[in-house]
């Protein structure tokens, strides 16, 4: 088993509320964070300098999404809308109505062509980024969407609710292929698809995350021993050769698990408050990490086990 | 990815139903290689390229000052190639970074173009069809930079030695040979390298001037549109290399199936195989219906189904290159996407819950109720657990049908066709260009 010996490098400080969402962009060059005072904020993730400050939303945002060229950043905010930001122009390039409540998670899919929400509202909606257009309406859940993504090839999205139920869809034609559920039924708050999209990472609000294979419906590994029970908590794969996930805890500390054998293998601490937003680099061994109010900093990690 | 939940046994089938249509004011519309665009041609001499994810248009190519004749992508889909009445051909690289997209390459000719199309492995090859009926083989690449003429030597017992006119030119799969329709039904058969002809075929029992050419993607199979109202299916023969001294193949190829439409006898604009090559479709010529004919060519090529698009008369049709979807165009303009819609299956709405296709007897297992001590059901569960998962490697689906044939370096003609290759490298993407206009 290879450890990690991940070191705080950088302390970030800028946003005056709580921070809900980090997201490295896919070149690895930039982080974005966005938080309940209404910013975007776009950091430089190797010196840590702040780049750019996006200001437009009305009510706080919960999360931000880049499309895969990193030309552009979505954010899902309170105020019901997602805007779209041009990166080269560093403004607003698109303001995406529709959602009835609080919009709160987002993603592209690999073409960037299409986005897709979740909200308070209980729907999921596919948007034709380039027209601001509603393409798709799904009456996906019965209670708040917090998690939603496409697979690695854009055919399937997957979406999770706060009624505890993981669902797959086809992404053409809205069709719903796939439902999930642990016996107990806990809050979903967070899914993802692996890199090769054959499995699905769903953080629960019974302090556990699961990788379920979805084509067996089966639960193949499960990791234990943070504290979730009351946030919607990110956990992430590792993009390089390590193999582990990260996830936030509302004991202040992030847990980072081997991918394979399930155990703890490091424990970062430093914050103080609940880790919300949490970031996996894309090709190196680096975690950004941010919580709530009591602690407005953003920590960016860097792993210095010296093996890569 | 979404293939194996929705069907995972189901091979390609025909589509049966419109999913959506595109308000394109086209004249044609052509799904690109991979299925992700459709480029449609218009009267006004402007190409439209849509998306049919979003089901929008992405790119106007703005060129031609008459009508677009023909339009083709290459492999990858970053060139595009538009053939006009205004006697030019544009080739276009949508992965330029402006819109409207620049033009990559205009080829200037000396008649009306009828049609046009890149040479499967290398977009600098193009192959264009003249309204006079001419064929010429273009090649852009500096090393053969040429403009040849596909001329059928003169045999000289014809009368007067008058060569028919040249109606239809299309690239076989492999690009090693061109197939040219004449307008006197006969096929004639160049190699694209040396540019010589290889082969004469009459048709047997004759068969009126020909009007289009569809290949499977095999390449060994050939299905063509003649002046008779009638669609032939022929197996390619082998075609040995050119003679140097100018001698060719003369033969007589005699269909393995005739396709029409014993009722009504109706002609064909254009017909298309599925990308298995098990169906084929054909677009029937009413003036007052869109009815496009479904063969199952696995079946002894039996009719299978008509499709019935509505009023707009039909002009043209295109099969998808990887799924059962084809697109028609109408006479008004527009582009019908057809699908074969799978069935809503609302057990996937509800957890561990599986349907069964009949009435199964339920019987109780032996151990089903009996209740397991939890540690050891949770040993258990830990256990398994201890497999080790792959999140990495992507499977690939076998599905989808291969493009290209790969050359080994020892074909000549592939060999020839791979030098000083384009830049249309898979995984270019096209730019996202956000819509102005507010909403």
Known sequence: MSGTNFKPKYILSGHSKSISSLKFSPDGSLLASSGADKLVKLWDAHTGEILRT???????????????????????SDDKTIKIWSMELGTEAKTLLGHTNFVFCLNYNPHSNILVSGGFDETVRVWDVARGKSLKVLPAHSDPVTSVGFSHDGT??????????IRIWDADSGQCLKTLVDDDNPICSHVKFSPNSRFVLVSTQDSTIRLWNYHTSRCVKTYTGHTNRTYCIPACFSGTKHKYIVSGSEDNKIYIWDLQTRKIIQVLEGHRDVILALATHPSEDIIASASMEKDLNIRIWYNESGET | MNEFLISPFSAITHPTTVQTSLYAYGSFAKFDPSGRYIGVGRFDGVASIWDLETRAAIRFLDGHVKTVTSLDWSRNSRYVLTSSKDWNVIVWDLAALWDPPQRYATIRCDAPVSSASFHPRNSQIVLALLSTGEVYLIDLRKTYRSRVELVEPDD???????????????????GKHVFIGTHSGSILVFSTRTKAMVARHR?????????????????????????????????????????????????????????????????WHTMSYSPDGEWLAGGAADPATHKIYIWDISNDGQFASTLDGGREPLAYLHWHPSKSSIASTTKQGNVLIWHSPNPERWGAFAGGFEEVDENVEYEEKEDEFDIEDEEETL???????????????????????????????????????DEDPDEDAAGWTMKIIMDDEEM
């Open chain 1, 156 to 165: 399937l999205i997957v979406s999770c609710a706060m009624d505890g139920l």
């Open chain 2, 379 to 417: 040993k258990r569960k830990m256990k398994a657990e201890e497999e080790e998962v792959d999140i990495d490697t992507v499977i690939e689906e076998t599905s989808r049908p291969q493009n290209l044939i790969v050359s080994n370096g020892d074909d000549e003609d592939l060999a020839w066709a």
């Open chain 2, 156 to 174: 000289g017992d014809e009368e007067g030695g008058r060569r028919s006119a040249m109606t239809v030119a299309r690239f076989d799969p492999s």
């Open chain 1, 54 to 76: 996006l200001e437009g939303h009305t009510e706080g945002i919960s999360d931000v999404a880049w499309s895969s060229d990193g030309e552009f950043l979505a954010s899902a």
């Open chain 2, 203 to 267: 048709i047997a029992g004759g068969a009126g001037s020909l009007k289009g050419f569809d290949f499977a993607k095999s390449g060994r199979r050939l299905v063509t549109n003649s002046s008779d109202r009638t669609l032939r299916q022929f197996i390619v023969p082998q075609y040995p290399h050119p003679d140097p001294d100018g001698s060719f193949l003369e033969t007589e190829l005699e269909p393995t199936h005739r396709f029409s439409d014993p009722i009504n006898k109706t002609a």
